[in-house]
């Protein structure tokens, strides 16, 4: 990277983390499918709980992974190329599958591409993600509480092992998630919130 543009690596990790953030991979495979649109669909979210709600598990599992898979690949794939700026890379990617162009900034809530870009950058965060995840969700079925929860373990996590350059991107990251699951809060607190396998929410 030339010295004498030192603003191209940041720009660069941004728009390299954003565009792979902003594929909407669970519209792609539900519409490849002939499952229909996913934003007409459940909830509309583009992510892989609806798309567990067309009846296709191995495209929910696919979407899940793409998803997951996008947030690593963007944090490794910048570290690899644009060394120092995987943070910046994992904020873009976050974001960029949260308000994605292509669908008017309508994207997903983060939960599978968050765990992805924090296996990324702390492998260890990463584990208790995916731990306090798949736990709750198998314990309470809700997918909300569960997705929520593993959000907040980041910067908790990764404050308790000592990563305390990663505390504050993983809080605000969390902070969103919650703010994308803002509806499902309020289904929570009036107790309609849907288990894993229902039609809506």
């Not at 000592?162 to 350059?165: H, N, Q």
């Given at each position: 990277?030339?010295?004498?543009?030192?603003?191209?690596?940041?720009?660069?990790a941004?728009l390299?983390?954003?565009?792979?953030?902003?594929i909407?991979?669970?519209?792609?495979?539900?519409?490849?499918?002939?499952?229909?649109?996913?934003?007409?669909i459940?909830?509309?979210?583009i992510g892989?709980?609806?798309?567990?709600?067309?009846?296709?598990?191995?495209?929910?599992?696919?979407?899940?992974?793409?998803?997951?898979?996008?947030?690593?690949?963007?944090?490794?794939?910048?570290d690899?190329l644009?060394?120092?700026?995987?943070?910046?890379a994992?904020a873009?990617?976050?974001?960029?599958?949260?308000y994605?162009?292509?669908?008017?900034f309508?994207g997903?809530?983060?939960?599978?591409t968050?765990m992805?870009?924090?296996?990324?950058?702390?492998?260890?965060?990463?584990?208790?993600?995916?731990?306090v995840?798949?736990?709750l969700l198998?314990?309470?079925?809700?997918?909300?509480v569960?997705?929520?929860?593993?959000?907040i373990?980041?910067p908790?996590?990764?404050?308790?092992f000592?990563?305390?350059?990663l505390?504050?991107l993983?809080?605000?990251?969390?902070?969103?998630?919650?703010?994308?699951?803002?509806?499902n809060?309020?289904r929570?607190?009036?107790?309609?919130?849907?288990?894993?396998?229902?039609k809506?929410?």
């Open positions: 990277m030339p010295t004498e543009i030192p603003w191209l690596a940041p720009v660069g941004l390299l983390g954003y565009l792979l953030g902003s909407p991979f669970g519209v792609l495979l539900t519409r490849a499918a002939g499952a229909g649109d996913l934003r007409t459940g909830s509309g979210n892989a709980t609806n798309v567990l709600r067309t009846g296709r598990k191995g495209l929910a599992a696919a979407t899940l992974l793409l998803d997951l898979g996008k947030g690593a690949a963007a944090v490794l794939l910048v690899a644009l060394p120092g700026m995987s943070a910046l994992a873009a990617v976050f974001l960029g599958h949260c994605p162009v292509w669908l008017k309508r997903g809530k983060g939960v599978a968050l992805g870009l924090v296996l990324a950058l702390y492998w260890p965060s990463g584990l208790v993600y995916a731990a995840w798949l736990g198998a314990v309470v079925r809700i997918s909300s569960a997705g929520m929860s593993a959000a373990s980041a908790v996590s990764t404050a308790f000592g990563r305390i350059d505390v504050l993983l809080l605000a990251l969390a902070l969103i998630v919650l703010w994308k699951h803002r509806d809060i309020d929570l607190l009036s107790g309609s919130e849907p288990r894993v396998g229902s809506r929410g």
